[in-house]
C-alpha cells in the first residue's frame, strides 16, 4: 500500500520544513522527486542528495513561484525532460505577521503573489500534464489558521482560506480528469518558519495542543503520501487537517 513507483512528482519548497518533509516521503514511497526551491539551494541540494543516498531519486529546480514566466519555463522542461508529471505538492509560501492596522498593502500583494497565484500557476501546468496521462494528484498546502484566524496573521490567514476555496474549485474542474485535488491543513509545525516563536507563547500553545506536541514534517509528509496514493483513490476536494486536535 502507499506506494508511488513510476510517479514524479515535484514538491514545491521542497529544500526546507514541511515541504522536506513531503519531499523525502514521497521518495520513501519510489516517486521520483522535484525538489523545487527559490534561494536555499545547498538546503535543496542536502535534500537530493539525502534521497538518493537511500536509493531513491530527486532532482533540484529552481524557480520563484512568484514569478509566473520563470515557473511556466522551469515546469514545462521538467515535464519534457521526464515525460510527465504525476503529483504536485504546492507548498511553498511564506508569512508575512502583523495586525491588519499595521499590515502594508505591499504585505497582502507579497503573500498572495507567493501563496495564491504561486501555487495556482502551478497547479494549471501540472495538470495540463495530468490530463494526458489521465492520473493525477494535485496536494495544495494551506495552514489551521484559514479556519481558525490568528491575531496577527490576517494577510497570511486569507491568503491560506484562498487556496482551500480554489482546491476545492479545482477539484470539481478535473473529477472527471482522474485527478484529485485536496488540502493539507498543518497545524503547528517546527520549521525555520515557527522558529522565531518567543518561548513563553510557545508553552502556552503546546497546553492547547491535545496530542501535547508540536508536528513535524514527516507527520504532513505522511498525509501527502496518503493523498498521492491509489488508497485516495476516492477523495477529492477535502481538507485534511493534520494538527494534532489544535482544531477540529
Ligand atoms: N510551519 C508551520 O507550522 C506551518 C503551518 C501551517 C502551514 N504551513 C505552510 O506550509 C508551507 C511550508 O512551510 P514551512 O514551515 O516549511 O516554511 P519554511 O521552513 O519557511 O520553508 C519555506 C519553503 O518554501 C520555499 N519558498 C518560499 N518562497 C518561495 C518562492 N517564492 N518560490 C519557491 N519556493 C519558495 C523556501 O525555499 P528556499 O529554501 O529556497 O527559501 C522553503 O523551501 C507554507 O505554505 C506554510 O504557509 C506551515
Given at each position: 500500500?502507499f506506494?508511488?513507483?513510476?510517479?514524479?512528482?515535484?514538491?514545491?519548497?521542497?529544500?526546507?520544513?514541511?515541504?522536506?518533509?513531503?519531499?523525502?516521503?514521497?521518495?520513501?514511497?519510489?516517486?521520483?522527486?522535484?525538489?523545487?526551491?527559490?534561494?536555499?539551494?545547498?538546503?535543496?541540494?542536502?535534500?537530493?542528495?539525502g534521497?538518493?543516498?537511500?536509493?531513491?531519486?530527486?532532482?533540484?529546480?529552481?524557480?520563484?513561484?512568484?514569478?509566473?514566466?520563470?515557473?511556466?519555463?522551469?515546469?514545462?522542461?521538467?515535464?519534457?525532460?521526464?515525460?510527465?508529471l504525476?503529483?504536485?505538492?504546492?507548498?511553498?509560501?511564506?508569512?508575512?505577521?502583523?495586525?491588519?492596522?499595521?499590515?502594508?498593502?505591499?504585505?497582502?500583494?507579497?503573500?498572495?503573489?507567493?501563496?495564491?497565484?504561486?501555487?495556482?500557476?502551478?497547479?494549471?501546468?501540472?495538470?495540463?500534464?495530468?490530463?494526458?496521462?489521465?492520473?493525477?494528484?494535485?496536494?495544495?498546502?494551506?495552514?489551521?489558521?484559514?479556519?481558525?484566524?490568528?491575531?496577527?496573521q490576517?494577510?497570511?490567514?486569507?491568503?491560506?482560506?484562498?487556496v482551500?476555496?480554489?482546491?476545492?474549485?479545482?477539484?470539481?474542474?478535473?473529477?472527471?480528469?482522474?485527478?484529485?485535488?485536496?488540502?493539507?491543513?498543518?497545524?503547528?509545525?517546527?520549521?525555520?518558519?515557527?522558529?522565531?516563536?518567543?518561548?513563553?507563547?510557545?508553552?502556552?500553545?503546546?497546553?492547547?495542543?491535545?496530542?501535547?506536541?508540536?508536528?513535524?514534517?514527516?507527520d504532513?509528509?505522511?498525509?501527502?503520501?496518503?493523498?498521492?496514493?491509489?488508497?485516495a483513490?476516492?477523495?477529492?476536494?477535502?481538507?485534511?487537517?493534520?494538527?494534532?486536535?489544535?482544531?477540529?
Amino acid at each position: 500500500m502507499f506506494r508511488l513507483d513510476g510517479k514524479v512528482a515535484l514538491v514545491t519548497g521542497g529544500s526546507r520544513g514541511i515541504g522536506r518533509g513531503c519531499a523525502e516521503a514521497l521518495a520513501e514511497c519510489g516517486a521520483k522527486v522535484l525538489v523545487n526551491f527559490v534561494n536555499g539551494e545547498a538546503a535543496a541540494r542536502e535534500v537530493v542528495d539525502g534521497i538518493v543516498a537511500r536509493g531513491g531519486a530527486a532532482e533540484a529546480v529552481r524557480f520563484d513561484v512568484a514569478n509566473v514566466k520563470e515557473t511556466e519555463t522551469a515546469i514545462e522542461a521538467a515535464i519534457r525532460s521526464h515525460g510527465k508529471l504525476d503529483i504536485l505538492v504546492a507548498n511553498a509560501g511564506i508569512a508575512i505577521d502583523g495586525l491588519l492596522l499595521r499590515l502594508k498593502d505591499d504585505d497582502y500583494a507579497k503573500i498572495f503573489d507567493v501563496n495564491v497565484r504561486g501555487a495556482l500557476v502551478c497547479a494549471k501546468l501540472a495538470t495540463k500534464s495530468m490530463m494526458r496521462a489521465k492520473w493525477g494528484r494535485v496536494i495544495f498546502v494551506s495552514s489551521i489558521v484559514a479556519e481558525m484566524g490568528n491575531a496577527g496573521q490576517t494577510a497570511y490567514s486569507a491568503s491560506k482560506a484562498a487556496v482551500v476555496g480554489a482546491a476545492k474549485s479545482i477539484a470539481h474542474e478535473f473529477a472527471s480528469r482522474n485527478i484529485t485535488v485536496n488540502v493539507i491543513s498543518p497545524g503547528f509545525i517546527d520549521t525555520d518558519m515557527t522558529s522565531s516563536m518567543p518561548a513563553p507563547v510557545r508553552e502556552r500553545l503546546l497546553q492547547t495542543i491535545p496530542l501535547g506536541r508540536t508536528g513535524a514534517a514527516k507527520d504532513i509528509g505522511s498525509a501527502a503520501v496518503y493523498l498521492a496514493s491509489d488508497e485516495a483513490n476516492y477523495v477529492t476536494g477535502q481538507v485534511l487537517r493534520v494538527n494534532g486536535g489544535l482544531y477540529m
